[in-house]
Structure formats: C-alpha cells, structure tokens
C-alpha cells in the first residue's frame, strides 16, 4: 500500500514538473532578460558538453532566447521526472529483491528450497510460473489460471468469429475480383477490337467527309436553280392555280369540244359545195355562229368550273 501511494506520488509530481513546463506557456510569460541569456547558455553548454562539440555562435534575440528557455524548461523537466521514475525503478528493484531473498529464507526454513526439490518438481514450477506469464496472472492459483483460460477461450471464440467473418469478407471480395478481371479482359478486347477497326472507320470518316462536301455543292446549286426558276415563274406571272392538274383537265374538256366541233366542221365543209345560194348560205352561216358561240360559251363555263374547283 505504502508502495502504491509513494508511486502515485511521484506520478503527480512528474506530471506537475511537464505542466509546468509547457513551451507555449513559458514562452508567453519569459522575455528577454540576463537571467533566461544565462540559464539558457548554461543549458545549451551543458548539452552540446554532453555530446563533446562545442555550442554553435548565434544572435540572441527575444525570440530564440524565449524559445531556447522554453525547450530548456521542457528538457530539464523531463530529466528531472526521468530522474525520479530512475529512482522508483531502483527501489522498486532494492524491494523485489529483498521480498525474494525473504521467500528464499522461508522456503528454506521449511525444507521447500529449490536445491532440495527434484529436478522435475522445479521443471514443473518453471512451467508453472511460464504459463502464468503467458496467461497474464499474478498468482498460481487453479481459480486464476480458470479465468484466464475461460478469457483465452472467449479471445477464441471471438478471434474465430472474426475469422470467419473475414473469410466471408475475402470470398466476397474475391468474387469481385474475378468479376472486374473477366470485365477487365472484355475491355481490353474491346478496345483491341476497336483499335483495329480503326483504320476502316477512317477511310469510311473520308468517304462521308467527300460524299458531305459533294451534297453541300448540289444543295448550293439546287438552291441556286430553285432561285432562279421562282424569279423566272414571277417574271411569267404563274400562279398556284395554274398547275398541272387544271391543265390536264382542261386539255380533256378541249379534246371532248374538239369531238363536239368535229361533226359541225364536217358539216360546214360539206356546204361548201352546194351551189350558192345567198339567203341559205346566209341562214346556215347563222346557224353555225349560234353553234359556235354556245360551243364557246360552254368551255368557257367548262374552264371556270374547273378553276373554281382547284381553288
């Protein structure tokens, strides 16, 4: 007990030294002062001595000088607590030794000397002791070495779950990887696949390249044509009415008149060679004006009826 608060003390007392010693608060609070230019050239003398150079030449300004006190506060802190759990190692080695050499005296009272043992009782012990290291225990008790095994066990447990979960894990993530390997492969010999058609693609890119410039000339120039074949149909005063389906239309009512007009013409020379006679001739003249201009008369309405029906 006395040896656990006498550690804890020195704890707190190397604890306090460090906080203490901390660069940002001692580099905040020191300044540029004889006393630091001193502590700090002792200090530096005392480390570069230490390794058998001498201390190198620089300037002394506020900053190197509050910075050198900060690392030199820091360092001697530290040598200081270095020093103090120096001196605990040592007792604590005085005080181990001293607890052996008492239980060498007792076991030795009582005939339980390790000279006095045989040789495969302290093999046994030895492994005793052995497995208690390895197991982490701090005494041979059979409850002890019950506990460590049953922690051991489920250290086990644990270790083979995680086991398995990472073998699930590698399988999953094998299987991805032979995946992305066989989708790898499919790339690659696509891109083998494309790198070959190339050459093809660009002589077909050419082609099109020359068949585009050609369709280009044809478009310009049919656009030119169509320019000109507009101006030259408003030069002429053509119309949307006068299209070629009025026009076949017409020729049709022109070859059913023709038909009409044909017998009357026939009939007209066929009184060319009566024997003239004035008053007949002239009512037969007559007859054939009425004729004519009712055979005129009805292509025209023919014609109008056909334009009214195209618009």
């Not at 044509?225 to 949307?240: D, G």
């Not at 060679?273 to 009805?298: S, T, V």
Request: with cysteine.
């Amino acid at each position: 007990m006395i040896r656990r608060l006498q550690t804890e003390e020195n704890k707190e007392r190397m604890s306090d030294l460090i906080s203490t010693a901390d660069p940002s608060v001692v580099e905040g609070k020191s300044g540029f002062d004889t006393a630091h230019i001193a502590q700090v050239k002792t200090w530096l003398a005392s480390q570069f001595e230490a390794v058998g150079k001498d201390v190198p030449d620089f300037e002394y300004t506020p900053r190197s000088i509050a910075h050198l006190h900060a690392l030199a506060t820091v360092s001697q802190a530290k040598t200081q607590a270095a020093g103090i759990v120096e001196a605990d190692l040592r007792q604590k080695a005085v005080e181990y030794r001293s607890q052996a050499s008492r239980v060498r005296e007792i076991l030795e009272n009582v005939g339980l000397a390790q000279e006095s043992l045989p040789q495969n009782g302290v093999a046994s012990v030895q492994v005793l002791a052995n497995v208690a290291n390895l197991l982490n225990i701090r005494d041979t008790e059979l409850s002890s070495y019950l506990v460590a095994m049953g922690d051991i066990s489920l250290r086990k447990t644990g270790v083979e779950e995680k086991r398995t979960k990472v073998q699930k894990e590698c399988k999953v993530l094998l299987d991805y990887t032979r995946k992305a390997i066989a989708r790898l492969t499919y790339l690659k010999r696509t891109l083998s696949q494309l790198e070959d058609d190339v050459t093809n693609c660009e002589a077909q890119m050419v082609h099109w390249k020359t068949n585009l410039a050609i369709m280009l000339s044809k478009e310009r120039q049919y656009l030119q044509q169509y320019s000109n074949y507009k101006a030259i149909l408003n030069r002429v005063s053509y119309t949307s009415d006068i299209s070629h389906g009025v026009l076949v239309e017409m020729a049709e009512h022109r070859k059913e008149l023709d038909k009409k007009t044909k017998p009357i013409l026939e009939t007209l020379r066929s009184y060319q060679d009566l024997p003239p006679d004035k008053a007949l001739a002239a009512l037969a003249i007559e007859d054939k004006r009425r004729q004519y201009a009712a055979a005129e008369k009805y292509l025209e309405e023919v014609l109008h009826s056909a334009l009214a029906t195209t618009e």
